[in-house]
């Protein structure tokens, strides 16, 4: 059942995961934000006229100062988008931008029922939303824009070119490739790209996880975690509802044909059979997905050992093979954010050994390489390399040491999987002394992202004034739009909020006077 809670700072959302036996809770808040929060900071949100939803704009409206009583003061930081040196700052152009959008705000989707897919621009058939709810909804937009983000459910609606790169990444899902690297610049909107590839393959029939590679929550080198991350964040539509992995789960093993093939997985054929047997059994749900060790002895171990590579490919190539040979999708696409955090600089010499070894293994999978199908068919297929451990012997990927945790990557030849790395171009470095990772990263297709063209930052700048202006009823006289910094789309978006707070608070006054009054501070 969907536990919405609600948090001082960051609003209302919904409970994705546990750990430490429930004292921190991983939440999806409605403004974008996704983190792990400690249960004592969380609450139970009251009774309002708004329906828990996933991934709905619900917020708390901040409180209205009482008449005559100035809003508190906001200069930029130094540390803030807008911190620059005043010997850097242009003049101010004579024609600077005017606020955009003389209509007034654009109309903002509503919160709905769990599970259902939100409306992206309400047309003449559909009520806008309440003026009030308008407001809150538009509020946790800024909220989100403000860290340079976008909520999920608006990506589509901030988008500022990116065609060209959407028409590859179709191009690529209809290829017999299985890998894509996009390449980019911190900044550079490579996160907002997966969101909008999400968006799209969602709506085209594909399965859609999401994982961003972090050295402390889910680094490459602790398998287990990264699949623990993908069936967290896993979603695939039915009909006109948005289902996650359990929903997954719970229909194969109530489907018939198909998966009398799917019993024969090591993980996924226990899971069918046991819950077959009894459907409320919830440490068979905590095993299946990780978050426990199983406490009977006829389930498989889902171990955390950093030689676990194989165990994690295995599972999500059986994933694909789910989403593709029973559910009728195109196949299961994982997004991986951040995958420069393999650099070499956040482990230990092992570590990162293994880092490279799950990344290769994902990316072998993934392109159904020869090597692994020929280790999960053929006999005595792991050799072991005297004082250095279990190799395959055809693809040269570590094995644990453990016979009955040897399980092979790939689970069928088909694996329905298709997978997208986002990088940043100086990590290459990083394993340069290994050559097969070298290969596998370098050899797959690539998308070069490049910063978005002076239109394409107008557009972008428009939109977030239509936003800004519905949020708080502010209605900006002048924007120095030449001010802004634009080599970054994420530095950009935030600038433009910071900009029109200065205003906000600041009356009268000249943004560029604002900028350059901080910074000799």
Not at 332 to 354: C, G, P, V
Not at 357 to 382: D, H, P, Q, R, Y
Not at 393 to 413: A, H, N, T
Request: proline letters at 7%; one cysteine or more.
């Amino acid at each position: 059942m969907t536990e919405t809670v609600d948090h001082e700072l960051y609003g209302t959302g919904i409970v994705r995961a546990r750990r430490y036996r429930g004292l921190e809770l991983l939440v999806h808040f409605s403004c974008g934000i996704r983190r792990w929060i400690p249960r004592n900071e969380l609450r139970a949100p009251p009774d309002r006229d708004v329906p828990p939803a996933r991934d709905s704009a619900l917020a708390v409206e901040p409180a209205t100062p009482p008449a005559g009583v100035r809003e508190r003061e906001i200069p930029p930081g130094r540390g803030s988008a807008l911190a620059v040196e005043p010997a850097s700052l242009p003049a101010v152009h004579p024609g600077a931008l005017q606020g955009a959008g003389a209509s007034g705000a654009p109309a903002i989707p509503g919160a709905v029922p769990e599970g259902r897919i939100p409306s992206q621009i309400y047309t003449g058939r559909r009520a806008p939303p309440s003026r009030g709810k308008a407001r809150h909804e538009a509020r946790a937009i800024i909220e989100a824009l403000r860290q340079g983000g976008v909520p999920r459910e608006k990506v589509e609606h901030f988008t500022a070119g990116r065609d060209s790169e959407l028409e590859e990444i179709r191009e690529w899902l209809g290829s017999g490739d299985g890998c894509l690297r996009i390449d980019g610049d911190y900044g550079v909107g490579k996160s907002h790209l997966l969101e909008l590839t999400a968006s799209h393959a969602l709506h085209d029939g594909w399965a859609v996880a999401r994982v961003e590679i972090d050295p402390n929550e889910t680094p490459f080198h602790r398998p287990k975690r990264l699949y623990q991350s993908i069936i967290q964040s896993l979603e695939y539509r039915s009909g006109d509802q948005i289902r996650t992995f359990s929903d997954m789960m719970t229909f194969v093993a109530g489907s018939s044909g198909e998966t009398q093939t799917l019993e024969t997985h090591p993980y996924f054929g226990t899971f069918i059979r046991h819950w077959r047997a009894d459907s409320d059994n919830e440490d068979l749900w905590d095993w299946i997905k990780g978050d426990s060790d199983p406490h009977r002895s006829y389930l498989p171990r889902l171990p955390n050992f950093q030689l676990a590579a194989n165990i994690c490919c295995n599972l999500l190539s059986g994933l694909g093979w789910i989403a593709k040979n029973i559910l009728g999708l195109k196949g299961l696409l994982i997004l991986i954010d951040e995958a420069e955090s393999i650099d070499k600089s956040f482990y230990t010499n092992y570590q990162h050994r293994m880092a490279l070894n799950t990344l290769k293994g994902l990316i072998f999978t993934a392109n159904s390489e020869k090597s692994l199908i020929e280790e999960a068919t053929g006999e005595l297929a792991i050799k072991r390399q005297d004082a250095g451990g279990y190799f395959g012997r055809y693809s040269d990927l570590r094995y644990p040491g453990y016979r009955q945790y040897q399980f092979p990557y790939i689970w069928k030849e088909e694996t329905g999987m298709k997978i997208v790395f986002a990088f940043v171009p100086e990590f290459f470095e990083s394993f340069a002394y290994d050559n097969d990772a070298c290969l596998a990263i370098t050899g797959m297709p690539s998308l070069t992202i490049e910063p978005l063209s002076h239109t394409e930052h107008e557009h972008l700048f428009r939109q977030i004034v239509d936003i800004y202006r519905e949020a708080y009823h502010f209605e900006p006289q002048r924007i120095a739009f030449e001010l802004l910094p634009k080599e970054k789309t994420r530095v950009f978006v935030k600038a433009t909020v910071e900009a029109l707070d200065l205003m906000r608070f600041h009356p009268g006054q000249d943004l560029q006077d604002l900028i350059i009054h901080d910074t000799e501070e």
